[in-house]
């Protein structure tokens, strides 16, 4: 069964930093393409970026670029998302999950990916 725990969200001031956590099991992680998405409150969930199953060809939305990494072991089954420079409009609820996109993905692809329970970040002074 596939499964996928999110870890590393807080509380964080403005220009804060933050390390997330993906750990992943139940099928074959380093053939997989990963992806992270996140919901804010009252709204829908926006992707935030993808990698490759080799750890190659991050992908990020716009409104992320440049201040987020994604990046993944492989030899520990875990995906990560380190977040620096943090605004107040990059709360929301983050997850992981299986898939892999170069551009935003419609919002029917967004719904049908197998999410974990999400990390909750927030961005607060």
């Known amino acids: 069964e596939e499964q996928l725990v999110e870890s590393g969200g807080g509380l964080v001031q403005p220009g804060g930093s933050l390390r997330l956590s993906c750990a992943a099991s139940g099928f074959i992680f380093g053939f997989s393409g990963m992806t992270w998405v996140r919901q804010a409150p009252g709204k829908g969930l926006e992707w935030v970026s993808s990698i490759w199953g080799s750890g190659g060809s991050p992908y990020y939305a716009e409104s992320v670029k440049g201040r987020f990494t994604i990046s993944r072991d492989n030899t520990k089954n875990t995906l990560y998302l380190q977040l620096n420079s943090l605004r107040t409009e990059d709360t929301a609820m983050y997850y992981c999950?299986?898939?892999?996109?170069?551009?935003?993905?419609?919002?029917?692809?967004?719904?049908?990916?197998?999410r974990g329970q999400g990390t909750q970040v927030t961005v607060s002074s």
């Open positions: 999950a299986r898939g892999f996109f170069v551009r935003p993905p419609t919002v029917q692809d967004l719904n049908s990916l197998n």
